[in-house]
């Protein structure tokens, strides 16, 4: 069974960084992508960053270019998530996914993915 686990949430002030971690475990092939969810309260789940296996490309949302950067390790089976000039609005609760078909790389949408982190909250205060 595969597994996904998130650490390195945590409290910052405006303009922080926080660097998100996901190690995956298991046998069990995971799909082509892994990717970073987020969820606020009262609002849905949106994509944050995806990466594509083996040539790495990456697709961000529009509200994080710039400031977030997603990184795999294929080797180790993991995936970052580096935050830089966080913002209030990127307060949510953060999910790891992995998943997807060869085409996984041109979408955020996370009905793709199949197999999902418990979460790891980040709260950015102003």
Request: net charge positive; glycine share 12%.
């Amino acid at each position: 069974q595969v597994r996904l686990a998130e650490s390195g949430g945590g409290s910052v002030q405006t303009g922080g960084s926080l660097r998100l971690s996901c190690a995956a475990s298991g046998n069990t092939w995971r799909g082509y992508c892994m990717g970073w969810f987020r969820r606020a309260p009262g609002k849905d789940r949106e994509g944050v960053a995806v990466i594509y296996y083996q040539t790495h490309y990456t697709k961000y949302a529009d509200s994080v270019k710039g400031r977030f950067t997603i990184s795999r390790d294929d080797s180790n089976n993991t995936a970052i998530l580096e935050m830089n000039n966080l913002k209030p609005e990127d307060t949510a609760m953060y999910y790891c996914a992995a998943g997807g078909g060869p085409t996984c790389y041109a979408s955020l949408s996370p009905v793709q993915y199949n197999v999902w982190g418990q979460g790891t909250q980040v709260t950015v205060s102003s």
